[in-house]
């Protein structure tokens, strides 16, 4: 899958650093469970943990303390986790720092480093961040795994180049983050991020999730843990179901509002009306004299889009005369970038409708924020299959629609 056009060369990484270790110490922790039955102990943690969040997320000052000095870069970025679906929207930071500047709506920031830097940071609640650079000389770049700011102090001792990274201050959010990732860790290996995946594994891991949210449903990290399930993995309904339990503090969160948004997009099966232009519309009518309409959404800029243009040629000889319409959606609105689409389409024998997302309704009323996607729709206007570039699975149920 190809991202959205973004200035932002965080999101073009898919590098994760191969070893992450968080050290943490709660000195009380011995003293609560000395005299607890072993058998508790894990309950009892838990709690502890949870309760420590909300006493640490009540303190005044925060700030983020980070310590590289065997980094040689002079620039670093704060900023979300890899993301897709338009998870990256969900985030809603506020840092503070001199030599900074803020580089999205998110509030996600690059700055001047040497060394070292100490952020301000303002959250009403805990949220994922990684740290990233960009090495002009190598072009190439790095990006930290996930960690949460929240409330408090946190500093953090980067190790190497890779940006693996100690957190040497207490941090309730983190540490319940660590735990929670050993116990979804099993389920996660079943899962492969940014594909296809068997719809039973994904469901899965959300009833481990939903086991942990009846426990813990004031839990920040459990709720950003089903986002980025939702952007690795794809929708599910069960994310529907889960959001229901958590408790209405998390309910009244910007992140768990937009979120629902989200999900709404994806779960609604009627393709809505599009207006690509003012002049030219996709709605129900468009789709009535056909078994089925393959919708193909691609940019100039996506080169996987152009890889794939020989296999569309080839369902559409195929399928043409079978009851199936063809619509290429290109994501561009300047004359320039619209030209270059159309001399594309014209090297590629593509011969079907094609259109110009002017006024951005595909990611607007679609969620769509990637390419390529292809989305399959009924003569009755009902989205029956959508995938990021993944033709092989359109084709087979292509087939095994068409011949029932």
């Given at each position: ?87 990256h929207l969900l985030h809603n930071y506020q ?91 099993s389920f996660d290996s079943q899962l492969k ?212």
């Amino acid at each position: 899958m190809s991202g959205n056009d973004d200035e932002k060369f965080q999101t073009d990484f898919k590098i994760e650093a191969e070893s992450y270790r968080i050290f943490s110490h709660f000195t009380l922790k011995n003293v609560f469970l000395k005299s607890i039955n072993v058998a508790m102990k894990k309950s009892v943690l838990i709690l502890f943990v949870l309760l420590s969040t909300q006493i640490f997320n009540a303190q005044k000052s925060s700030s983020l303390e980070i310590e590289a000095p065997g980094l040689k870069v002079d620039t670093i970025f704060l900023s979300f986790p890899p993301a897709a679906r338009n998870t990256h929207l969900l985030h809603n930071y506020q840092f503070t720092v001199d030599d900074s500047k803020k580089i999205s709506e998110q509030g996600d920031i690059k700055l001047a480093f040497k060394g070292s830097a100490n952020i301000k940071t303002k959250f009403d609640y805990p949220q994922p961040v990684t740290i990233s650079y960009y090495d002009a000389t190598k072009n190439a770049g790095m990006q930290s795994k996930i960690f949460f700011i929240e409330a408090g102090n946190l500093k953090l001792s980067v190790k190497d180049d890779n940006l693996n990274f100690e957190i040497l201050s207490t941090s309730p959010t983190n540490i319940e983050y660590d735990r929670l990732n050993s116990i979804l860790k099993s389920f996660d290996s079943q899962l492969k991020p940014y594909e296809s995946n068997d719809s039973e594994n994904i469901e899965k891991k959300e009833l481990e999730l939903q086991k942990y949210i009846r426990k813990h449903p004031k839990s920040y990290v459990a709720l950003w843990e089903m986002i980025n399930d939702f952007s690795r993995y794809g929708y599910h309904p069960m994310y529907a179901d889960n959001l229901k339990l958590f408790d209405q503090t998390v309910k009244k969160s910007f992140t768990y509002t937009e979120f629902s948004k989200l999900l709404k997009l994806e779960a609604d099966n009627i393709f809505p009306k599009i207006n690509l232009d003012n002049k030219n519309h996709l709605f129900k009518t468009t789709f009535k004299n056909y078994k089925l309409t393959l919708i193909d959404y691609w940019a100039t800029s996506c080169k996987p889009c152009i890889e794939d243009m020989p296999k569309l040629v080839e369902l559409y000889s195929q399928y043409k005369n079978q009851g199936v319409n063809f619509i290429s959606v290109a994501d561009e609105y300047t004359p320039e970038r619209m030209s270059k689409a159309t001399e594309i389409l014209k090297k590629n024998n593509i011969t079907s409708e094609t259109y110009f997302d002017k006024n951005k309704e595909f990611p607007k009323k679609l969620n769509a924020s990637g390419y390529p996607l292809q989305i399959l729709v009924d003569s009755e206007g009902n989205i029956v299959k959508r995938t990021y570039g993944e033709l092989d699975q359109i084709k087979e149920f292509m087939k095994s629609y068409l011949s029932n």
